[in-house]
């Protein structure tokens, strides 16, 4: 029977569809600790298709498309895999670290803890600064004095915050969620990983990005864009925990420092 027979496909193309089905139904993980890798795995059914899939498509993961065009079936559940692990569970914290280096600049290190649901309220270290903002006030740390300054966060600049998040992962985000993705297996650092990129048709900025993540679990591994490249260490969102909570603010973070409080704050 030949590779190329409509059927064939066919058959395979329903039954992909009816695995990713079954998964969707599938009731959430438990409310606890979890890495992105504990979050919904592929189930052997979808492996089982995607893997013959791909082998009918006649060029490895990024085959061609069924209908013409686009990415084919066997990537677009990779990419619906990707997106979910990019989906903040309700009430969680965002976890994420990773070494970032600036387009034309020295690498940096990165750290962020972001309350989730666009609230605008995170803690992150970079550029050798310790800062961390609520809806109403900024907080920066000084290793050197252990001294924590807190200022007012005018308005405008929490609603600025609330509408650009810190999260390196946004980039990813946008490429997956620009319905032009695909996804080709390789090795990233002796991972096996899928490389994610934006056809050439598509967004420009995007096509000028590439992103590694992990065939594991989907946990990002590696961006790169125009601005720069950004290699993850940890993707994971925690539970928002008394203990977890802590974690967003500098002076709770930090809870032997001297607080000085700025004009405004009290």
Same mark, same amino acid.
């Given at each position: 029977?030949?590779?190329?027979?409509?059927?064939?496909?066919? !058959?395979?193309?329903?039954?992909? /569809?009816?695995? &990713?089905?079954?998964?969707?139904?599938?009731?959430?993980?438990? !409310?606890?600790?979890?890495?992105?890798?504990?979050?919904?795995? @592929?189930?052997?059914?979808?492996?089982?298709?995607?893997?013959?899939?791909?082998?009918?498509?006649?060029?490895?993961?990024?085959?061609?498309?069924?209908?013409?065009?686009?990415?084919?079936? !066997?990537?677009?559940?990779? &990419? /619906?895999?990707?997106?979910?692990?990019? =989906?903040?569970?309700?009430?969680?914290?965002? /976890?994420?670290?990773?070494?970032? =280096?600036?387009?034309?600049?020295?690498?940096?290190?990165?750290?962020?803890?972001?309350?989730?649901?666009?609230?605008? @309220? %995170?803690?992150?270290?970079? %550029?050798?600064?310790?800062?961390?903002?609520?809806?109403?006030?900024?907080?920066?740390?000084?290793?050197?004095?252990?001294?924590?300054?807190?200022?007012?966060?005018?308005?405008?600049?929490?609603?600025?915050?609330?509408? /650009?998040?810190?999260?390196?992962?946004? #980039?990813? #985000?946008?490429?997956?969620?620009?319905?032009?993705?695909?996804?080709?297996?390789?090795?990233?650092?002796?991972?096996?990983?899928?490389?994610?990129?934006? +056809?050439?048709?598509? +967004?420009?900025?995007?096509?000028?990005? =590439?992103? %590694?993540?992990?065939?594991?679990?989907?946990?990002?591994?590696?961006?790169?864009?125009?601005?720069?490249?950004? @290699?993850?260490?940890?993707?994971?969102?925690?539970?928002?925990?008394?203990?977890?909570?802590?974690?967003?603010?500098?002076? =709770?973070?930090?809870?032997?420092? #001297?607080?000085?409080?700025?004009?405004?704050?009290?």
């Amino acid at each position: 029977m030949s590779i190329d027979t409509p059927e064939v496909l066919e !058959a395979y193309r329903h039954q992909l /569809h009816d695995a &990713i089905e079954r998964d969707l139904a599938r009731p959430g993980p438990s !409310a606890r600790p979890r890495r992105r890798a504990l979050a919904i795995a @592929v189930p052997a059914a979808v492996a089982a298709v995607t893997a013959a899939v791909l082998l009918l498509s006649a060029g490895g993961a990024a085959g061609p498309s069924l209908t013409g065009g686009g990415p084919s079936l !066997a990537e677009a559940a990779i &990419i /619906h895999h990707i997106r979910a692990q990019l =989906t903040a569970p309700g009430g969680s914290i965002l /976890h994420e670290a990773a070494t970032v =280096t600036p387009t034309g600049g020295s690498p940096m290190q990165f750290e962020l803890w972001e309350q989730t649901g666009g609230t605008g @309220v %995170y803690r992150v270290i970079k %550029y050798g600064t310790e800062a961390s903002q609520s809806a109403t006030q900024n907080e920066t740390y000084d290793p050197s004095t252990r001294t924590v300054t807190v200022s007012p966060l005018p308005p405008a600049v929490h609603a600025r915050e609330v509408a /650009h998040s810190v999260d390196l992962a946004g #980039k990813l #985000k946008e490429m997956v969620n620009s319905g032009q993705a695909t996804a080709t297996a390789t090795t990233f650092d002796g991972i096996p990983a899928y490389e994610i990129q934006v +056809d050439v048709s598509g +967004d420009q900025q995007l096509s000028n990005a =590439t992103a %590694y993540v992990a065939q594991s679990d989907y946990r990002p591994l590696e961006i790169d864009s125009s601005k720069g490249k950004a @290699v993850f260490s940890t993707y994971e969102y925690l539970p928002a925990t008394p203990a977890n909570e802590a974690l967003l603010a500098v002076t =709770t973070a930090h809870p032997g420092a #001297k607080v000085v409080n700025e004009a405004g704050t009290g």
